[in-house]
């Protein structure tokens, strides 16, 4: 773990990142919003997860901002519920963008595609009860309604980037030539544009489509802290591969190969009622195998001994490229959960120390490397901030994180010392 000196400092680089990203104002069409925006050189508008993350970690410094900031995805939301990717407010496209993002027409507000929905769990955190929110049960409504395909409860993806991964290279076998990044990608755009990104047009049109991973993982647990029924029976059935001992998304088409190795197939670890045996089957044989994904900044994005490993984040034609190596803040939380949440408490704490370090080092970055913790791609990144919630566990937030059986939470400002010395004094995690 970091030394107090050392975390003060990262808690005060935190509480400075996400208050110089934090933009509101007034809506051109009425009413206000307020939100982080991920990085104020390269994302200047409010994407829906980097939302969720950043109100989670607001809640230490400032529950108002923490409660506006998921209030302003809301605001956003259409009559039937629907809540896009990205949402532009009073910055709208410009150039090129018009044209290349997810929007069915240029002057639109907010994106036509999706995030991982983790609304409902990032209220339940940083706000309270999300049954109250009556624009969140609208919300789970649209997605059953639109986005399960089979009729199980999952949700299927139209393109690689509604699952927030965009350039994963597990995405490859599925969308081919047509995955983010490659060359044929402003083609997929343009044809799932024209189909209005209605799931079921898609899959008619051939598709591909994708039930992924790490959006079940997200949705399933905004369902838990609605109080609605758990899907990891489901997923553990559509994506739990006994053989290779992890979790695989599953393309429709089905691809000709198995995906590659990503830390999406760990995610599930995040799940509070995923089997035990399979949880720990996880951890013990790629979590912290050092050729999977225990690197000396972990995890990596992609298993070590994948072919697809990269910490290269541009393409050929200079293209930004994500999610194919480098470790991100964001989903070393996850899999940290299923750590801590099982008793690894010695490596839970490690991760934690490990991550927090290359923070102090480098700043609060989008992605690190996970040889040497380098800070890579955007600087001031707001998610990045969910290094404290490893730092500084809080023992009661809510559905996904068993730590303890004890409440309450922390008493916003409590000192680190304070609260580890009210974590020495804990019983073991069970």
Known sequence: MLAESDLDLVRDRCRRVLASNWREGGHVDGGGFGYTCPSPGHYPWQWFWDSCFTAIVWRRFDRARARQELESLLAAQRDDGFIGHTIFWNQPLTGSRRF?????DPDAGMTASIQPPALAWAWRIAVG????????????????????????GLLWIVQPDESGLDASPQFDPIWRHRAHGRAGFPLLVRRNRRLGYDLRRIAAAGGPVCLEVLTNVLYNLSRLALGQTSLTPALVDRCWDERRGLFE???????????????????PLALPDLPESIARRVIEEHLLDAGGFWARVPPPSVGLAEPSFTLRDRGRLGQRIYW?????????????????????????????????????????????????????????????????????????????????????CDAPGESGSRRRARDDNRPPLT
């Open 100 to 104: 290349t993002y997810n929007v069915t």
């Open 129 to 152: 009860d999300p049954r109250e929110a009556a624009g969140i049960r609208r919300h789970h409504d649209w997605l059953a309604e639109h986005r399960d395909l089979d009729g199980d």
């Open 249 to 267: 998304s599953v393309g429709r088409p089905a691809p000709d190969r198995s995906l590659p190795v990503t830390i999406a197939a760990l995610a």
């Open 324 to 408: 194919r190596g480098p470790s991100w803040m964001n989903a070393a939380w996850l899999v940290w959960i299923g750590l801590a949440r099982l008793g690894y408490r010695d490596r839970a704490a490690e991760m934690a120390g490990r991550l927090g370090a290359a923070v102090k080092r480098f700043g609060l970055r989008e992605y690190y490397s996970p040889f040497n913790g380098m800070g890579m791609g955007a600087i001031n990144f707001g998610w990045s901030t969910l290094v404290l919630e490893m730092l500084e566990p809080d023992p009661a937030v809510g559905v996904g994180r068993v730590m303890t059986s004890e409440a309450p």
